[in-house]
């Protein structure tokens, strides 16, 4: 069995879309849905959601953020396999299906995701690299436009792959996540590390993985939607201090500090 871990804030007609879209295409594989709800304001149209078969409701008191969500989701799943799934997405196939059959015979696999679209066809980046000053350098020197295509698409990942091959990237996007509930034994406390309440949350546990000898992968065969949103300034503040903080816990201060260093000046880069 599969459990479907969502979470849920003040967001409930994207979480019924996605619902309903796991209703529509997951066939041929057991599964149940996890709905962690971070307290939201609107209690009532939650409950709601119980007139669904095989939806169990777990309501948080506070806001405890993705990582903390997903583990309290984990703690009631009774499957063996666990997908977590942002609630903005909308399956158009039975990408489940197609993940779960590739990771299920190959156990060096910790973290599995499928081909993740925008609402215009277009691929979305969740096969990503790891922030290094030789990745940095390399784009900040724009030497893909050196070296050939094939080379640089699963040397930097992001928009210049292809998405259209299975593949083992460094780390892999949360927004559609798919992993063996035995593979959270290489970390502390036997759940996913809850070092960041939302974002680059998944690339911590991707990074750990790797660390333990494991691989993170793509699977083109999947595809589902993942509805765009504008970046805000809290999440760009967030997204810069938590990539800080990754950076200066697994990596030593003189090598943290160059990689923030090259991020900000290709950030500037990319604004030229």
């Not at 149209?45 to 169990?56: A, G, M, P, R, T």
Request: hydrophobic letters at 45%.
């Amino acid at each position: 069995m599969i459990s479907i871990i969502i979470i849920n804030y003040n967001s409930l007609e994207e979480t019924k879309n996605c619902i309903e879209s796991i209703f529509k295409y997951t066939t041929n594989i057991s599964y149940e849905i996890i709905l962690v709800d971070n307290a939201s304001t609107n209690q009532e149209e939650l409950n709601n959601l119980l007139k669904y078969n095989n939806i169990k409701i777990i309501k948080n008191a506070i806001n405890k953020g993705f990582a903390a969500g997903c583990n309290d989701g984990i703690k009631a799943a009774k499957g063996d396999y666990i997908l977590l799934l942002n609630n903005d997405t909308i399956l158009k196939n039975n990408a489940i299906l197609s993940v779960y059959e590739f990771i299920k015979t190959k156990p060096d696999i910790a973290f599995a995701t499928c081909k993740v679209l925008d609402e215009h066809g277009n691929p979305q980046g969740v096969c990503k690299s790891f922030f290094t000053i030789s990745k940095l350098a390399f784009e900040l020197l724009r030497l893909n436009k050196v070296f050939p295509k094939k080379i640089t698409a699963k040397y930097l990942w992001g928009a210049f792959f292809n998405y259209d091959e299975y593949a083992y990237p460094d780390w892999i996007a949360g927004t559609f996540m798919m992993f063996r509930k035995s593979i959270l034994k290489i970390f502390p406390n036997n759940k996913l590390p809850e070092t960041f309440w939302m974002y680059y949350e998944d690339m911590e546990w991707c990074w750990l993985a790797r660390k333990a000898g494991y691989k993170n992968a793509f699977i083109p065969d999947g595809v589902i939607i993942h509805l765009s949103k504008s970046k805000t300034f809290f999440y760009n503040q967030l997204v810069k201090n938590n990539l800080k903080a990754f950076l200066f816990k697994y990596h030593n201060y003189f090598y943290a500090t160059i990689v923030l260093f090259l991020y900000n000046l290709l950030l500037k880069q990319n604004e030229i």
